[in-house]
């Protein structure tokens, strides 16, 4: 499989939780990292070595502008800017982080103000390293397209050429361990063609002549010519990379819902807060200097620190927990989204199985002679280079050395004479002239997806070997773990039906979309998407990229290739299933963490507006609930670090 560090920018957002990812790119560089380091500086000098209150109080203030610079800005532009295009007011918790510090500093409490501001600026910076763009370009994935073509002029010489310059009609020669330039049909040759960058299918395939052959699969051991039947950007590689290009650029942010409450609480928030100290004296009969106070503190109260770190931490708890064991995530919004999945798709070479055939079955006419005839089978594949030699030389060991002349007859197999007898090793040719118990196993392998290999002493079929990509061990207790969950499964695969319907059955897997080619991969995520719901897909190959960038949530299996890997919003690393399962897990408790501290958060928010109102709080009172509140939610959080217990 042809493989590349391919990237591509790929902004494939659905949704988070609880966030402070503004709905602009933001491209803030190392100034305000560098100003947030030099104003904890400030805060932890005034905090720890300052004696003098004017000197103290000017570090605070020192600390508010330098650390909360970002946040500061971001509060007035994107507040100024956000209102005109939408021609509403729409403030967001920058703005109101801003003016709670300033309140805090303007009741005196600067200390307070400054560490208001550095809680809110350091969520902030962790989620945007968390979540922090993959800048991926589709340029390298432009690599894997073959340049050049082996031409073969009018007078039957070859000549290198750019693949841009061919023409339908072209004649080409392909020789053994090339990639194929361009799609076409063969004139001449034989040969054995890997197309699971194109198909997904394990086997290689079998290629005579008037067969059709894609660009950019590689060919076996044969030579063949061919002729170029379409223009090079109309190919199906060249759809694949079109198709990944265009799903990104359609791609846009969707809006989580704290992110649409937030203009709403903000707004609620600065209404109130002068609405308060305008009313306080006449409805509760304080002094102008007691409703100042009160309305600061209620600005302080309703600040939402909690609120605020009611998501990232325990965001990037999961995510740690989660690539120490094998699974990386590419966001926090990944994460959050998959315990909303509905349906799960999932590509069958290399991700359901183990993505190479194996040998499944063997019968032999005569079981005395079995170790004899597998002695010769593993000599006469020691030979050649047929597509299933290394699942037959590692299913069977040598027993004894033997002198073969072995010949590879294209579209025949294996011959060779051994003890005076003819030997053919390859597909079976003449059906009717089989026992009826060796007709009842071929047809009974052939409908379990198995490749039926035949020995013939002779002309006579003396033994039968089947071959099968087989399900991986861990993939029949995820399904159905997915189906507990009343998740929908579906196999997508470019093999045949009878084989994608075979391992399904196996594996107790939902529905299966056999003979797909990649172009009809993402349709098929986009139904369900349509009929289902919010949907993951599973793949390792280049041909589940367009699916991969469709889907709600990519997972790259980490053996695949490097486009599908970069594609994805995850990789599942050693292409371990049970990875994926537990991420599922963590998803959920991360769900429940996340809601637990929204809750607990408005909740504190609520208590202290109402004992403000009572009278019953002050801002030393304030401070130790609030700041405390805030502990609370993200020490909640950091219990995902902890492993999730397995169902």
Same mark, same amino acid.
Request: glycine residues 8%; charged residues 20%.
């Given at each position: 499989?042809?493989?590349?560090?391919?990237?591509?920018?790929?902004?494939?957002?659905?949704?988070?939780?609880?966030?402070?990812?503004?709905?602009?790119?933001?491209?803030?560089?190392?100034?305000?990292?560098?100003?947030?380091?030099?104003?904890?500086?400030?805060?932890?000098?005034?905090?720890?070595?300052i004696?003098?209150?004017?000197?103290?109080?000017?570090?605070?203030?020192?600390?508010?502008?330098?650390?909360?610079?970002?946040?500061?800005?971001?509060?007035?532009?994107?507040?100024?800017?956000?209102t005109?295009?939408?021609?509403?007011?729409?403030?967001?918790?920058?703005?109101?982080?801003?003016?709670?510090?300033?309140?805090?500093?303007?009741?005196?409490?600067?200390?307070?103000?400054?560490?208001?501001?550095?809680?809110?600026?350091?969520?902030?910076f962790?989620?945007?390293?968390?979540?922090?763009?993959?800048?991926?370009?589709?340029?390298?994935?432009?690599?894997?397209?073959?340049?050049?073509?082996?031409?073969?002029?009018?007078?039957?010489?070859?000549?290198?050429?750019?693949?841009?310059?061919?023409?339908?009609?072209?004649?080409?020669?392909?020789?053994?361990?090339?990639?194929?330039?361009?799609?076409?049909?063969?004139?001449?040759?034989?040969?054995?063609?890997?197309?699971?960058?194109?198909?997904?299918?394990?086997?290689?395939?079998?290629?005579?002549?008037?067969?059709?052959?894609?660009?950019?699969?590689?060919?076996?051991?044969?030579?063949?010519t061919?002729?170029?039947?379409?223009?090079s950007?109309?190919?199906?590689?060249?759809?694949?990379?079109?198709?990944?290009?265009?799903?990104?650029?359609?791609?846009?942010?969707?809006?989580?819902?704290?992110?649409?409450?937030?203009?709403?609480?903000v707004?609620?928030?600065?209404?109130?807060?002068?609405?308060?100290?305008?009313?306080?004296?006449?409805?509760f009969?304080?002094?102008?200097?007691?409703?100042?106070y009160?309305?600061?503190?209620?600005?302080?109260?309703?600040?939402?620190?909690?609120?605020?770190?009611?998501?990232?931490?325990?965001?990037?708890?999961?995510?740690?927990?989660?690539?120490?064991?094998?699974?990386?995530?590419?966001?926090?919004?990944?994460?959050?989204? !998959? +315990?909303?999945?509905?349906?799960? &798709? *999932? @590509?069958? %070479?290399?991700? #359901?199985?183990?993505?190479?055939?194996?040998?499944?079955?063997?019968?032999?006419?005569?079981?005395?002679?079995?170790?004899?005839?597998?002695?010769?089978?593993?000599?006469?594949?020691?030979?050649?280079?047929?597509? !299933? +030699?290394?699942?037959?030389?590692? &299913? *069977? @060991?040598? %027993?004894?050395? #033997?002198?073969?002349?072995?010949t590879?007859?294209?579209?025949?197999?294996?011959?060779?004479?051994?003890?005076?007898?003819?030997?053919?090793?390859g597909?079976?040719?003449?059906?009717?002239?089989?026992?009826?118990?060796?007709?009842?196993?071929?047809?009974?392998?052939?409908?379990?997806?198995?490749?039926?290999?035949?020995?013939?002493?002779?002309?006579?079929?003396?033994?039968?070997?089947?071959?099968?990509?087989?399900?991986?061990?861990?993939?029949?207790?995820?399904?159905?773990?997915?189906?507990?969950?009343?998740?929908?499964?579906?196999?997508?695969?470019?093999?045949?039906?009878?084989?994608?319907?075979?391992?399904?059955?196996?594996?107790?897997i939902?529905?299966?979309?056999?003979?797909?080619?990649?172009?009809?991969?993402?349709?098929?995520?986009?139904d369900?998407?349509?009929?289902?719901?919010?949907?993951?897909?599973l793949?390792?190959?280049i041909?589940?990229?367009?699916?991969?960038?469709?889907?709600?949530?990519?997972?790259?299996?980490?053996?695949?290739?490097?486009?599908?890997?970069?594609?994805?919003?995850?990789?599942?690393?050693?292409?371990?299933?049970?990875?994926?399962?537990?991420?599922?897990?963590?998803?959920?408790?991360?769900?429940?963490?996340?809601?637990?501290?929204?809750?607990?958060?408005?909740?504190?928010?609520?208590?202290?507006?109402?004992?403000?109102?009572?009278?019953?709080?002050?801002i030393?009172?304030?401070?130790?609930?609030?700041?405390?509140?805030?502990l609370?939610?993200i020490?909640?959080?950091?219990?995902?670090?902890?492993?999730?217990?397995?169902?």
């Amino acid at each position: 499989m042809t493989t590349t560090n391919a990237t591509h920018s790929h902004t494939h957002e659905h949704g988070k939780g609880c966030s402070h990812n503004h709905s602009h790119e933001h491209s803030h560089g190392n100034l305000p990292i560098v100003l947030y380091g030099v104003g904890l500086v400030f805060y932890f000098i005034a905090l720890l070595f300052i004696q003098n209150e004017f000197i103290e109080n000017s570090l605070y203030v020192l600390a508010i502008l330098t650390a909360g610079y970002h946040v500061i800005v971001e509060g007035i532009s994107e507040t100024i800017t956000d209102t005109i295009n939408q021609k509403k007011f729409l403030p967001n918790v920058h703005i109101l982080m801003t003016l709670a510090a300033a309140g805090a500093s303007a009741i005196g409490d600067f200390d307070e103000g400054a560490l208001l501001i550095l809680i809110f600026a350091g969520a902030h910076f962790l989620e945007e390293y968390a979540e922090g763009k993959s800048k991926r370009e589709i340029t390298k994935l432009l690599k894997l397209n073959p340049t050049e073509a082996r031409l073969i002029q009018s007078d039957g010489q070859t000549k290198l050429v750019d693949v841009s310059t061919l023409k339908i009609g072209d004649e080409l020669k392909v020789l053994p361990g090339d990639q194929i330039p361009t799609d076409g049909i063969i004139l001449s040759g034989g040969t054995a063609v890997d197309e699971s960058s194109i198909t997904g299918e394990s086997m290689p395939k079998e290629k005579q002549l008037m067969d059709e052959v894609f660009g950019s699969t590689m060919n076996g051991t044969g030579t063949f010519t061919m002729r170029v039947t379409k223009d090079s950007k109309d190919t199906v590689f060249s759809k694949i990379v079109e198709m990944v290009s265009q799903a990104q650029s359609n791609m846009s942010k969707t809006a989580t819902k704290i992110k649409q409450l937030e203009p709403i609480y903000v707004t609620v928030v600065l209404i109130i807060v002068p609405l308060f100290i305008l009313l306080a004296p006449s409805v509760f009969g304080w002094s102008w200097q007691v409703s100042i106070y009160r309305g600061m503190v209620l600005l302080i109260s309703a600040s939402p620190c909690a609120l605020a770190a009611s998501a990232v931490p325990a965001t990037l708890s999961g995510i740690s927990n989660l690539a120490k064991r094998g699974v990386l995530f590419k966001g926090g919004s990944y994460l959050s989204n !998959l +315990a909303t999945i509905k349906a799960v &798709a *999932f @590509d069958k %070479t290399g991700t #359901l199985t183990e993505g190479k055939p194996s040998v499944t079955d063997t019968y032999f006419v005569d079981e005395t002679q079995k170790a004899e005839w597998i002695n010769l089978i593993v000599h006469m594949e020691k030979e050649s280079n047929h597509p !299933l +030699a290394n699942a037959i030389l590692e &299913a *069977f @060991d040598q %027993t004894d050395d #033997l002198e073969l002349a072995v010949t590879n007859e294209i579209g025949k197999g294996l011959v060779t004479v051994y003890k005076g007898a003819h030997y053919r090793l390859g597909k079976i040719e003449n059906t009717e002239a089989l026992s009826e118990t060796v007709q009842e196993k071929n047809i009974a392998w052939m409908k379990e997806g198995k490749t039926v290999v035949c020995l013939t002493k002779d002309n006579e079929l003396v033994g039968m070997i089947a071959l099968m990509d087989v399900p991986n061990q861990a993939a029949a207790g995820v399904i159905e773990y997915l189906r507990s969950q009343g998740i929908q499964t579906t196999m997508i695969t470019g093999d045949a039906k009878v084989t994608g319907e075979a391992v399904a059955k196996r594996l107790q897997i939902d529905s299966v979309k056999a003979n797909v080619l990649p172009e009809n991969k993402s349709m098929i995520i986009s139904d369900l998407q349509k009929t289902t719901g919010p949907t993951v897909m599973l793949g390792d190959g280049i041909n589940d990229a367009p699916a991969l960038v469709q889907a709600d949530i990519g997972f790259a299996m980490g053996d695949g290739t490097d486009i599908a890997i970069d594609i994805a919003d995850a990789v599942i690393m050693k292409n371990d299933l049970t990875k994926f399962k537990y991420a599922h897990q963590v998803s959920k408790k991360l769900a429940t963490v996340v809601w637990q501290n929204i809750f607990f958060s408005m909740f504190i928010v609520v208590l202290l507006v109402v004992l403000n109102i009572l009278g019953k709080m002050d801002i030393g009172l304030g401070v130790l609930a609030h700041e405390g509140s805030t502990l609370l939610v993200i020490l909640n959080g950091l219990r995902l670090l902890l492993p999730v217990r397995e169902r």
